[in-house]
């Protein structure tokens, strides 16, 4: 008994070394984890204000050069503030062309196209989420394969088809070449994939159809994927300055990237004249982003658009 007293009262000294041991072992990995973390933010938010500035100072850039007289910005064109700010650059360039038409054509294409391709998409992915119909597969994938078709590939059989039933320099023009949109359709799917599977089984056990399904049970749930989409279909639109130049000729219904260009072509702009038109042109898109900034980040987190 008297050999097994040192070994009993050893043991349980040993047992609290050991564990004292461990804890400051884990304490230690803890710590180096929660530096590692906090130097990997701080990079990651120094990266960030670095592509933001990047971002940010092309903007900038043109709004002060947009309000320097001419003869002041020929004197010091690397200045980036103005000794005598004015705002005739931007009656000039109103002045020049016809900047509200432009504003209201852009504005009508691109507010019809989202509509449009928000109603397509969303029924498209709806029946490919939701109806078990032969091929789905396939048909999903070849619609996916849409993406790597360039548009530009496209514009020729647009321009001939819409050619030859008399829609050129009209709005449908414009926007039915641009309705169709794949990515559209895949975020939709996604979104409409994780919606649960019972509560359109219980609609449909109680009689409902799809359509109505689709109208009041699976569309107000998807508002986030609806938010990300209208916004990104309609900066998309908005922006797009290829197809509107091929479709379009009258100087009546061009959109406003096109009519800039054509004003800036047409009477040879300086440039803090071009530099005003520039912020006109982005002002909406600022201004939509200004006022819908939650509601982008909510339908990029919601649908897991990257």
Known sequence: MATLTPAA???????????????????????????????????????????????????AWAGATSVRPPGELATNPTSWLADDPTLSNYREVLAAGRIPYWYLNSFITAALTTLLSVCTASLAAFALSRLRFRHRRPV??????????????????????????????????????QVPNVVAVFVFKQFFDGIPTELTDAARADGASWLRIYRQIVMPLSRPAISAVTIFVFVWTWNNFLWPLLAVTDPQMMTLPVGLVSVQDAFGLPQAQLMASAVLGALPLLTVFLFFQRRIVEGIAGTGLK
């Open 9 to 59: 009262s050893g043991t349980p000294e040993a047992a609290h070394g050991g564990t004292g041991g461990g804890r400051g072992g884990h304490g230690a990995a803890g710590r180096r984890g929660v530096d590692s973390e906090r130097l990997f933010n701080r990079v990651t938010l120094g990266a960030l204000i670095a592509l933001a500035l990047l971002w940010l100072a092309p903007l």
């Open 140 to 177: 999903f994938l070849a619609i996916l394969a849409g993406v790597m078709i360039p548009p530009q590939l496209l514009m020729i059989p647009h321009f001939l088809t819409l050619q030859a039933t008399g829609m050129l320099n009209t709005y449908w023009a414009v926007i039915l070449p």
